[in-house]
């Protein structure tokens, strides 16, 4: 599952830029999931972006 603490963000975008299937921002920057499972092909981009977040603010559990 993923996760997105929207309290935790500050709006860095790279979440949106590495998976922008999985991860939006809203019109104050602040992430927003498109999806609560990664597809297939995303799963490794959804990885990346949890260890790029500069907030520590997204979190994939369960896979
Ligand atoms: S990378 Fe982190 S801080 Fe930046 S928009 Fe995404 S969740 Fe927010």
Same mark, same amino acid.
């Given at each position: ?15 949106? @830029? $590495?998976?922008? *299937?999985?991860?939006?921002? !809203? #019109?104050?920057?602040? =992430? @927003? $999931?498109?999806? *609560?499972?990664?597809?297939? !092909? #995303?799963?490794?981009? =959804? ?17």
């Amino acid at each position: 599952m993923i996760e997105a603490d929207r309290d935790l963000c500050i709006g860095a975008g790279m979440c949106a @830029v $590495t998976a922008p *299937e999985v991860f939006d921002q !809203d #019109d104050d920057g602040i =992430v @927003v $999931t498109l999806a *609560e499972q990664p597809g297939p !092909d #995303d799963t490794e981009l =959804v990885r990346e972006a949890v260890q790029l977040c500069p907030a520590g603010a997204l979190r994939l559990s369960g896979s």
